[in-house]
Nanobody
Framework: QVQVVESGGGLVQPGESLKLSCVVS????????MAWYRQAPGKQRELVAD?????NYADSVKGRFTISRDNAKSTVYLQMNSLKAEDADVYYC???????????????WGQGTQVTVSS
């Protein structure tokens, strides 16, 4: 069983910062790409940032958000600075996981964490 659990969401004012964390736990062989997505009600889920061999960002967050990972802890972070009202969404963590060395890769999702940006 593989679990993906996000934390760190909350309410902040425009211009403030927030840091999200995501831990992958359970029994698995390897994790490749770890990523953050976000989704607003009635809209498609969009990629915010991912980290395989290197970080990659959506244009809308470049220069403001930083993704990092701690492989020893199977954890990925998203540092969000200079938050805007349009950044308010439910943020989801996803990890590409291989359960066994000879097995397929599967994407596992967290339950999401709410980020609200409002004055």
């Amino acid at each position: 069983q593989v679990q993906v659990v996000e934390s760190g969401g909350g309410l902040v004012q425009p211009g403030e910062s927030l840091k999200l964390s995501c831990v992958v736990s359970g029994t698995f062989f390897s994790i490749s790409t770890m990523a953050w997505y976000r989704q607003a009600p009635g809209k498609q889920r969009e990629l915010v940032a991912d980290f395989g061999n290197a970080p990659n960002y959506a244009d809308s967050v470049k220069g403001r958000f930083t993704i990092s990972r701690d492989n020893a802890k199977s954890t990925v972070y998203l540092q969000m600075n200079s938050l805007k009202a349009e950044d308010a969404d439910v943020y989801y963590c996803a990890a590409d996981v291989q359960k066994r060395s000879w097995g397929p890769w599967s994407k596992f999702w967290g339950q999401g964490t709410q980020v609200t940006v409002s004055s």
